[in-house]
């Protein structure tokens, strides 16, 4: 199985991310009666994907002989394409509905033509009347009969948390206070706290002894 630093264990749970978490774990404890689909919102860097990933990573450790496709909605799109050109749709959405779970990252709505948008859309209802478990990560979520679970920014003390977590994969020192300091001159997307680490890091390394 694929080593990834997203899996649960990491993800640094806040308010805004706590009923999200829940639904996705429920996903790998109750798959049979999990939400089904599952929309997971929230703006860019807010974990979703990070979470995608989590529920993956626990559905084979769990079913090890699970079937399981993670794949980006572009990528997912560009298949569909490819098969209404070669006349081959039912034929592609039956090799999906052999699968046990789809986790669908960066689904856009409105981001596409609408025809294909709809021909997603219909795709992925038949696959839950098969019985497939459908997760997606998205802006927003769809008009319909899904669930739909916010992951919001971290707060102040998910943010330190977060610093935290990556000063010690990089092996950057820091102090509390200059933790504390860096979460909240730096805002927005966590994903901009982290990068600020790895700059330090290299930094760091770049600023070293020559051999």
């Known amino acids: 199985m694929?080593?990834?630093p997203y899996?649960?264990?990491s993800f640094v749970i806040s308010e805004r991310s706590r009923l999200a978490v829940a639904t996705a774990l429920d996903v790998v404890r109750n798959p049979k009666r999990a939400p089904n689909p599952?929309?997971?919102c929230g703006p860019t860097g807010s974990g979703k994907s990070h979470?995608?990933?989590a529920i993956e990573h626990a559905l084979r450790s769990r079913h090890p002989r699970a079937s399981i496709l993670r794949i980006s909605a572009q990528a997912?799109?560009?298949l569909l394409i490819a098969a209404i050109r070669s006349d081959e749709v039912r034929a592609w959405r039956q090799s999906l509905a052999e699968l046990d779970a789809l986790l669908v990252d960066d689904f856009r709505f409105g981001a596409h033509q609408q025809y294909t948008q709809e021909a997603i859309l219909v795709t992925l209802e038949e696959l839950?009347?098969?019985g497939v478990q459908i997760v997606a990560a998205s802006d927003a979520g769809p008009a319909n009969r899904a669930l739909m679970v916010q992951v919001g920014y971290p707060d102040a003390d998910a943010r330190v948390q977060i610093a935290r977590n990556a000063a010690l994969r990089h092996g950057v020192a820091l102090s509390d206070n200059a933790l504390r300091s860096l979460s909240k001159r730096i805002a927005g997307s966590p994903r901009r706290l982290q990068s600020a680490i790895v700059r330090m890091a290299a930094e760091a390394i770049l600023s070293g002894p020559l051999a």
Do not use: A, C, K
């Open 38 to 40: 599952l929309f997971l």
């Open 128 to 130: 839950v009347s098969s």
């Open 2 to 4: 694929e080593r990834t």
């Open 76 to 78: 997912l799109i560009d």
């Open 7 to 9: 899996t649960f264990d």
């Open 51 to 53: 979470l995608l990933h």
